[in-house]
């Protein structure tokens, strides 16, 4: 495995990511309609989606009396049961301490009962199936590397750029010959490095290994493109079958425009929730309901024992071809997870020492860099839900942690579900199942597209 001249991959990796003060801060801002003059107090039936996505996103509060109208009229929603406004979180480390959190701050979900100030929002009722893909590229984000780049390069990016996956070219005159470059890529590299995963051919590449080499060598999804004219009732039936992202083009299909992810799409529906009024019955509606987050006997959760091996933990995710796996103590109660994007903290020589220790270790020492990089703030990441928890709910977590699935749990004692989270006390429950973005593109396809036989593992089968 290369390595640069102080042996890590992060020397001159500058740490420029724009946080927010607590996930709790992030959960409790959703976007706002906007306000118009009284003169113009009218719904407005728009197609032009551009400017509801301006409008509805980053929007934020601009006085006291809308806070205080958005949480009453969030209290008082009837369409919103108490066991859906539970916050857990959790921590291997002793010394933290949890913050009390108010059941008000938590007003995340979108569908809110409008207070008489509210009244003067238009409202954009439009269908977010005919939404075309045009509106979602982020060109500030579309960053190609060459299949000739080092992998220790192509890593560097990644970081820099606050990115999860780089498209990688091979020839920059043919679109159709491009693939991608990602933190799966990069965990398959040191376990070659560490001699745990074999693959033919191996030994005879050149060394330093570059990317076009690397990513040849793992199981990959079709490199899926799509017009900036398609809509989001098509883009969802690929995304809904378990492939992570497509690349956007320019009409006459001949220059990649923009990357769509099914996570940036999850957080755009979730963005511009409340321009899609259909959506909020199965927004409201739970995860046990809709029958997703594989909880039944024949489900197959993938999960690791917190004392096993960090590596071990590694090498489950490659053969799995999953992105995270659950850590579970001996009773099967969820304490942590641990994703492939962890993987940025084993590049530097010094903490390969982590990779033999504990997966609850491993766990305690990644809440501790996040709570230094919180200005001191204790972290914990709400990775799990459960099953009476709302599709909204889910959705917030999702997008609040980034994550790409979070785990389900079921507590001891089933009042737990309904209530807080106490700050004097660690909650999380046993582990019954699991729900991913594939699962929540895939079930808004089924209910609301014309595509009904969707199967969400149809990418992972066929890689």
Known sequence: MP????????????????????????????????RVHPSQQQIHYSHNVNTSRRQTTNTVLTDQ??????????????NLSSS?????????????????????????????????????????????????????????????????????QAFNKLIKHQLTSLPVQFDTDDINNVSSFDYNDLNSYLLLAL??????????LENPIKVGELIK????NPFYKLSELENLSNV??????????????????????????????????????????DL????????????????????????????????????????????????????NTLIGNISVTDVKHLTNTSQYHLLTNTCRHFISIILNKRGLENGGKDSFPIFHVYPSSSLARTIAKLVATKSHRLWVVKPSNESEESIDYDGNKKKTGKLVGVVSLTDILNILARKQTEHKEIDPHFARNHR
């Open 3 to 34: 390595y640069s001249n102080d042996n890590t991959l992060l020397a001159s990796v500058p740490q420029t990511a724009k946080k927010h003060a607590s996930i709790v801060e992030l959960l409790s801002t959703p976007p706002q309609l906007p």
């Open 65 to 78: 009396e809308d806070e205080l109208n958005l949480s009453r009229s969030f209290s008082n929603n009837s």
């Open 84 to 152: 859906n406004t539970s916050i857990s979180s959790m921590s291997l480390n002793s010394d933290s301490k949890l913050s009390n959190i108010n059941h008000d701050q938590f007003t995340s979900l979108p569908f809110l009962q409008k207070s008489p100030s509210q009244g003067l929002h238009t409202v954009h009722l439009q269908k977010w199936q005919h939404i075309q893909l045009s509106n979602l590229i982020e060109s500030n984000k579309l960053i190609f590397i060459n299949n000739g780049l080092l992998v220790e």
């Open 195 to 204: 001699n745990k995963i074999e693959i033919p051919n191996f030994k005879e």
């Open 217 to 220: 060598l793992t199981p990959k």
């Open 236 to 277: 969802i039936n690929i995304l809904g079958s378990g492939v992570h992202r497509i690349a956007i083009t320019n009409k006459e299909m001949t220059q990649i425009t923009g990357i769509l992810s099914q996570r940036r799409l999850v957080k755009y529906l979730w963005d511009n929730a409340r321009s899609f009024k």
């Open 280 to 331: 909020e019955p199965l927004f409201n509606s739970s995860l046990k309901d809709l029958n997703i987050g594989s909880m039944n006997n024949f489900s197959k959760i993938i999960s690791i024992h917190g004392d096993e091996q960090l590596i071990m933990a590694l090498l489950r995710m490659h053969n799995e071809k999953i992105s995270s796996i659950a850590i579970v103590d001996s009773s």
